[in-house]
């Protein structure tokens, strides 16, 4: 039975589910995990997390499509970059195919809370993992916790999609060599002071430049960029110091071979993004948020696309990966991971 909620008017918050799934690393491995039903964590006050920030943490969603499913998009991806992430910060990664089978357990036993079709709203996934033993000298923990719950979350657009304005930061997000690539604890903690800093000058969202140069274009807080060129071509930034979102890449694909454009994985300059036609910011959260303008120190660059909607290239692109994720179009092979029928 569909939990007794109004989908519709859920936000992008947390409401505790039934079940959360658990596994422990001890004395060099992993255990059997298991999924519990209490939510809390109890730890050392001087656990490894706590005095280091020694986590990291990944999100995706599970959707109920057209045809009754519910599924989840490119969990696989998840679990590599998860991976990528422990061992940037030398924590033992818990093992990819065990990651994917832990989304599956853990929708499977939080059924009731994947939103209807059409509502708009979706079911959040949000793995991660943390050194769990007391630490106080700087080193990596010996024990961890691998942890992974879900929420379900509202439509991100309520009452329609409109452009945001955003602005070039001045704070830095990741140093070359750093850990903007990952999706550590500590690059999101960091970036807290410049988002409520540029939400308090009026801006949704920081574009962040490359620290070294300041002259190319990176992503902003929580999700990548997508820039569509006045013919037609997607040209996405590329850098090392980026995390590589699963959606922009997925989006290249749909672009290319459902849509036949053009794509560019090349590095974007800030004095070039007055000739795009359009503008985006991709990630799991939105699938899409479009940008109408960018504010660089009182230069604004006003993309064609306008103030009003999405530009029509980003609506094809939009209109076509969630019709994947929904299960309208047919997906690439492998996209799609079936959690019940
Ligand atoms: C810094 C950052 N960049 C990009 C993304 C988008 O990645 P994905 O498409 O995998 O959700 C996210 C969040 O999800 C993020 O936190």
Known sequence: MAKDIDWGSLGFGYVQTDKRFVANYKDG?????????????TMSECAGVLQYAQTCFE???AYRTEDGKVVCFR???NASRMADSCRRLEMPVFPEERFVQAVVDTVKANLDYVPPYGSGATLYIRPYEFGINPVIGVKPADDYQFRMFCTPVGPYFKGGVKPIVIRVSDFDRAAPKGTGHIKAGLNYAMSLHAIVDAHNKGYAENLYPDSATRTKVEETGGAN???ITKDGTLVTPKSDTILPSITRRSLMVVAEKY????VEHREVFLDELSDFAE???CGTAAVISPVGKIDDHGKEICFPSGMEDMGPWTKKLYDTLTGIQMGRIEAPEGWIKVIAE
């Open 29 to 41: 491995k992993w255990d059997e995990g298991s999924l519990v039903d209490d939510p809390m964590v």
């Open 59 to 61: 999100g995706l969603k």
């Open 75 to 77: 969990p696989d991806l």
């Open 225 to 227: 960029f997508i820039f």
């Open 259 to 262: 849509l036949g454009m053009k």
């Open 279 to 281: 503008c985006g910011l």
